[in-house]
């Protein structure tokens, strides 16, 4: 899923944020994030720490997601400066954060992550009800096949069987694509690693995700590389097992990063 401005002038990353339901040459507003975070500065330490973390590009945020309940609320966030990073890092922000008024203060947690999917079950896993964290519809490309759905949804539900290991957003519009390699957390899993990648296409306005399988991590990243390059062979199947579980929220370290390609 990405999100980005319809006028082929701006950067890519502008593209997705209009109606993909109702093309317009008009742009849909872009939604603003409120963090709801006023008089609740005692802590200090932590406003500024949250400032640098998360809020210091406040008004580049897209929430394509949100739920509140009581003091704790969270947040799927699409960073639209990420794409002025380092190439390939992630652009999907997932904040939780927890206030407390008697105090002042709020506690908060973040992840990068690289497909909202991913940053949906890492809400999930720290209280967000599973229902209530859905994508807004008019923000980003809508799946393109049951399969992407399919896949998007044990994303959201078993995300903790798999820790992430590597990924690379790419968002050149002639190739908008993301790979990401992850371990399963059991040993006993057939295809222990695995290579999810996404792809957009800009002519349809959809995306697609699909889901490969490997027996080591090198295979896993050299096949990211090689998909980065233009040169990768059909996604390996995953080996069947009795359930078949993909991705990931905690992120550890695979192997050494393949290169990838800069933009």
């Known amino acids: 899923m990405a999100v980005h401005s319809r006028e082929a002038a701006l950067n890519s990353t502008e593209r997705l944020l209009l109606s993909l339901t109702a093309p317009t040459p008009v742009p849909k507003p872009i939604p603003q994030v409120d963090f709801e975070l006023d008089d609740l500065d005692a802590d200090e330490e932590r406003y500024l720490d949250f400032y ?12 394509l ?21 380092h190439p390939g890092m992630p652009q999907i922000l997932a904040v939780h954060l927890q206030r407390d008024p008697e105090k002042q203060t709020f506690s908060f947690e973040r992840a990068e992550l690289p497909l909202p999917a991913m940053a949906q079950s890492w809400l999930i896993q720290r209280g967000c009800p599973h229902d209530a964290i859905g994508l807004d519809s008019e923000l980003g490309t809508p799946p393109a096949d049951e399969a992407t759905r399919a896949l998007e949804r044990r994303l959201v539900d078993r995300g903790d069987h798999y820790a992430m290991g590597y990924s690379y957003t790419c968002d050149d519009p002639d190739d908008m694509v993301t790979v990401v390699a992850l371990r399963a957390l059991d040993e006993r899993t057939p295809s222990p690693y695995r290579v999810v990648v996404e792809e957009v296409d800009t002519d349809a306005w959809t995306h697609t995700l699909r889901e490969g399988g490997f ?3 090198k295979a896993a990243l050299q096949w990211c590389e090689d998909r980065l390059t233009g040169e990768a062979s059909p996604l390996s199947p995953v080996r069947p097992s009795a ?10 370290t695979l192997a050494p990063r393949p290169a990838g390609r800069s933009r």
């Open 243 to 252: 359930a078949t579980i993909p991705p990931a929220g905690v992120a550890k």
């Open 52 to 63: 640098r973390k998360v809020a210091v590009h406040e008004d580049m945020l897209v929430p």
């Open 65 to 85: 997601a949100g739920h509140h309940d009581g003091p704790h609320s969270y947040y799927v966030l699409f960073d639209r400066t990420a794409t002025w990073g």
């Open 215 to 217: 027996d080591t991590s």
